[in-house]
């Protein structure tokens, strides 16, 4: 009786911990949608209970250019994912099946990139860019992303190769399948599942950066990560249009993680935790 | 394990095919590094400017002035003489496990109360993720809409146990709280995730072996579970610790570094000597240190890392 008691105890005790870790991760999110949905003047004396408007939705995306910061960030994100999947997955095939000097080296160069100081790379750069005028442009900021994008899905997409049993690849050359047949008709449908969901991380990522669009673009680009930040240094009262700001630069990237979930544990750890 | 055994066997039979690949002609041979040249041409173009940076710390560059000149060590110099220096490096680390050792006990906690499989953890599993995918600027965005002192949520909740004004990120003493408030909110999920992928891949016999033997939880986790776990804690340990120490964006969209210098890290010095000083060189001597912390830790840590995974692998046979 007593060990049942103590093991009720601890089902309950587990599961409040659980809610309470729950309400802590998800409130905040909730508390930020509710509030896109109040008018000034109802910020201040309620809580739950409100007359629901639209205007914040209406000030921010049809007043201010935040809509084109997203715009812009779409261009930037999509295009940086597009050039690393182009050049990097074949670098992964490449990673994958050759074996070559200097190989694992390489690998492990490509991987630094995501742990040097992004301020370190952008100091320097801040200076070459404008120098050869890719300060402020599409171009400059997608190739700079590649730092972000690339070492992620070079890393991951590898893994993917790995679990393709070689003797398909055999089977295909027996066939009379050239190296590059086999990589375009046999092994990319079968690792596209993993291929796209890394390509949705990247674009997660690259929609997240903050510091390289930041400092390496002003007034011609513009994503919502920096958008967003007028919202926080101007002493507005406008908290409403500061929550729409922050539940469009958010929700997306929320309904992407719900797409790729299955493949999210290999992405995040870079292909070390197979998930 | 007879599964793992045959992938073997598989490999084994692939060398052929793979060597095949690599034994015949120079053209093949410089294949992979041609297949490679890309990706490598295009990132290597953006690492050029860290090899420039280090020669830019022994010069006066400055953004405001059209010429320039060598001083020398005297950037290094002044910046191990500096008491702020010495200030920011303490930031850096203290940030860092404010934020990094919460993250991995909460990862770790909520990931084995995750384990057991219903309903509840199913949804659970999928919906605590969803703060990690929010940009940190954007984070910061949302806990500064709660922790505002006139509308803010968290007032009214505090207020219910007689704690007023609580100052958030406007107090030095509770500024490096809230940014690791917020951190914590962002990636402890990345812990969770990681753990709870770590806890589903444990093998099932050892496990009903102690509780055939009547070893207690706490024996159990102590001996089995967290010696298992040791790879996946040691990957998220390393992505964590890597991003704390140079954290950025939260910091500077929560407080530019404030109030004061409370907040300045390397990073937001490096910027704010950079970018509001114009003392180029001198900003890249910040940077600099903290890259070079950065890849010591990292590579202690990948060494270690790749030693439990070793370990695990041999238990596990």
Known sequence: ?275 | MDKKQSVQGKRKGGDDYLTSLTQVHWSVKARPYFIMAPALLITIGILYPFGTAIFYTFTNYSFKMPTWKFIGFDNWVNMFTDIDFWYSLGVSLSYAAATTIPQMLIGLGIALLLSRENWFTRILKVVLVFPLMIAPVIATLIWQLMTNTSVGILEKFLNLFGVYGFPWAASSKTALFTAALIDTWVYAPFVIVLVSAGIQSLPKSPFEAAKVDGGSAWFTFKTLTLPMLKPFLYIALIFRLMAALQEFAIIFALTKGGPGNTLMNLSIRGYTTGFQFMKFGQSLTYVLVLWLIIYVISQKLVGKYLLTQKQAAGTDS
Do not use: C
């Open chain 1, 1 to 275: 009786m007593n060990a049942h008691r103590l093991h009720v105890a601890g089902k309950v005790g587990r599961n409040l911990l659980l809610v309470l870790w729950t309400l802590f991760a998800l409130f905040p999110i909730f508390w930020m949608v509710l509030i896109t949905f109040k008018s000034d003047s109802q910020m201040f004396n309620t809580t739950f209970w409100f007359n629901p408007t639209f205007e914040n939705y209406e000030a921010v995306l049809f007043k201010t250019d935040y809509f084109k910061a997203f715009l812009d960030n779409i261009i930037v994100s999509a295009g940086a994912v597009l050039v690393s999947v182009v050049v990097g997955v074949p670098a992964a095939y490449a990673l994958a099946r050759f074996d070559f000097k200097k190989k694992e080296d390489l690998a492990f160069t490509i991987l630094s990139f995501k742990f040097a100081p992004e301020i370190l790379v952008i100091l320097p750069l801040f200076m070459i860019y404008q120098k050869i005028g890719v300060y402020d442009s599409y171009f400059g900021l997608i190739w700079v992303y590649q730092l972000i994008t690339m070492p992620l899905l070079i890393w991951v997409v590898r893994g993917y190769f790995e679990d393709v049993s070689v003797e398909i690849e055999q089977a295909a050359k027996l066939d009379g399948y050239r190296w590059w047949e086999i990589f375009l008709k046999i092994l990319l449908p079968l690792i596209k599942p993993g291929l796209v969901s890394s390509a949705l991380l990247a674009f997660i990522f690259a929609w997240n950066s903050f510091t390289f669009p930041l400092l390496l673009t002003s007034f011609n680009v513009e994503t919502v990560t920096v958008a967003s930040l007028k919202y926080i240094a101007s002493d507005t009262v406008h908290y409403g249009q500061m929550a729409v700001a922050a539940t469009v630069a958010a929700l997306p990237e929320v309904i992407l993680a719900l797409i790729i979930q299955k493949h999210l544990v290999r992405g995040l750890s870079f292909g070390a935790v197979k998930g």
